[in-house]
């Protein structure tokens, strides 16, 4: 990570922090921090003293392998259209620190009626995408939904992508899966139609602003 100069924090998830940084050509990209089961908080406040320290120091961190899932995750769905291009990844040794690096997309999205509809057209598009890969999102909230407004007409959105695949899962293991059946009672879905989940998801998070913390079982 040290190639990348890091401006801002974006935003925090389950399993990690998301970062504004810039590179040495001077692009800007979204780097996404992912704390280890081995991550030492006191060599990473030396090194990269950028990380929020009241959130990488909970005790979450996830499993080498959970991240390298989520990196391959990444790169297959980005393949097929559906997130943001991974433009580099990698992990910080001794700090325990998994690092994702995007394309920088917008976050922030004030939706108006006209907004609205074209998000949930362009959504529907994506959703269809994963499915047809075989994967549920299961994360599903307006944080997890990037957006591209034109830069002149701002009642516009050029594009829609998904991101942030930690928690997605092929639809294969689905039917006997304990929290997938525990987010249907949750969201009122049919739990043999597991891909009536994300879209259930996504339209909670619009009506309250993001998703009730029940969607992180």
């Known amino acids: 990570m040290h190639a990348y ?7 925090a998830g389950c399993f990690g922090c998301v970062y504004r940084a810039t590179r040495g050509t001077g692009q800007a990209v979204a780097i996404k921090c992912v704390p280890l089961k081995h991550y030492n908080a006191m060599h990473a ?17 996830i499993s080498t392998k959970a991240f390298e899932r989520e990196e391959l995750l990444h790169r297959h769905f980005a393949a097929h ?10 992990i910080e040794e001794p700090v325990g620190v998994g690092y ?13 009626d006209t907004l609205s509809h074209q998000l949930r057209d362009k959504l529907k598009k994506q959703l269809h995408t994963l499915h047809a890969l075989g994967y549920v ?4 909230r307006t944080d997890n939904v990037l957006v591209r407004v034109h830069p002149v007409e701002t ?5 829609v992508t998904l991101t942030d695949f930690g928690m997605a899962r092929a639809l294969a293991c689905m039917a006997n ?3 997938f059946k525990e987010l249907c009672r949750i969201y009122g879905c049919d739990r043999n ?23 992180k079982v």
């Open 5 to 11: 100069q890091v401006k801002e924090e974006l935003g």
């Open 45 to 61: 406040r030396t090194t990269f003293p950028f990380l929020d320290a009241s959130y990488m120091e909970r005790p979450h961190g």
């Open 81 to 90: 259209g559906v997130g943001p291009d991974l433009l580099d990844s990698g």
């Open 100 to 112: 994702l690096v995007f394309a920088l997309w917008d976050r922030a999205l004030t939706l108006n």
């Open 137 to 140: 999102h299961l994360d599903l």
């Open 155 to 159: 009642e516009k959105l050029v594009d």
């Open 177 to 179: 899966n304990g929290v």
């Open 193 to 215: 139609k597991p891909t009536e989940l994300d879209w259930a998801m996504f339209q909670s998070g619009i009506l309250i602003g993001s998703s009730p913390e029940t969607s």
